[in-house]
């Protein structure tokens, strides 16, 4: 993944102290104690022992009145794959896909949920510092940053991969964990250029490798400057009627 400078710049001596063995307990007392972490049935031991609200279960959150299933169906339908991780290091929660052929850009799988972020991450070349470099950067709010964007290069302007990592925060502010959204943008970048007529090309100068310049070529795909060339000629046809030309 490509990095942003001031991630390149951290203290090695820092972040690799994340402890990624979530040994700890969550600051706000959630953390379930008593069953292991990286069990593959962590969710239904975990689920049962502290008598989680499914199905049609009300939550009330703090905009809306939800069931279980109401907000499974909507983050399961939400676009891009997401995925939480709270402040102990531990991995609780994604956004299973809707059709299990799918292959997801960040493969997470049920069994691994409640997992420790050491057992997530697989330990091979820099997945584990750089991983550990992001988490720590967000926990310490590093240049005053509460964001991370992570662009995949895949030499394809038809594969735009983007991980967006997100500092989370309790009702004071302080650090909560981390939410990761994971998405393919060109399906995103595609609409947009084909409605306002802009297309993406590679730029040798630029420092993403990619810009945005206005198509001068006819865009089959919204029929803009097609019909507007099509207009043109229109009006230097003649007038049969009169004889005369069009002006």
């Known amino acids: 993944m490509a990095e942003s400078k001031w991630l390149q710049d951290m203290n090695s001596d820092e972040y690799l102290k994340e402890e990624f063995n979530a040994q700890g307990k969550a600051k706000a007392g959630t953390t379930v104690d008593g069953i292991e972490k990286n069990d593959p049935d962590w969710l239904n031991k975990a689920a049962k022992k502290v008598n989680a609200a499914e199905g049609n279960d009300y939550v009330k959150l703090d905009a809306g009145l939800l069931t279980v299933n109401q907000l499974n169906w909507m983050l399961r339908n939400t676009i891009g794959e997401m995925t939480f991780v709270d402040d102990n290091n531990q991995f609780l929660w994604y956004n299973r ?46 240049s005053g940053h509460d964001e991370v964007y992570m662009p995949v290069p895949t030499g394809n302007l038809k594969k735009l991969v983007l991980h967006y990592y997100k500092r989370v925060e309790d009702d004071n502010g302080d650090y909560a964990g981390i939410y990761e959204w994971v998405q393919d943008l060109y399906p995103l970048v595609k609409y947009f250029c084909e409605t306002t007529g802009q297309k993406l090309v590679i730029d040798e100068d630029a420092s993403t490798g990619a810009t945005y310049r206005r198509n001068s070529d006819p865009d089959a795909s919204s029929g803009a400057s097609t019909k507007a060339a099509q207009a043109k000629e229109e009006e230097k046809k003649p007038d049969t009627s009169t004889g005369a030309s069009q002006h």
Do not use: C, F, S, W
């Not at 799988?109 to 991450?121: F, N, R, S, Y």
């Open 97 to 142: 896909p809707l059709d299990p052929n799918y292959k997801m850009l960040a493969g997470r799988k049920p069994e691994q949920v409640g997992d420790t972020m050491g057992a997530v991450h697989p330990d091979v070349r820099d997945v584990i510092p750089d991983a550990k470099k992001v988490v720590h950067a967000l926990r310490t709010k590093e």
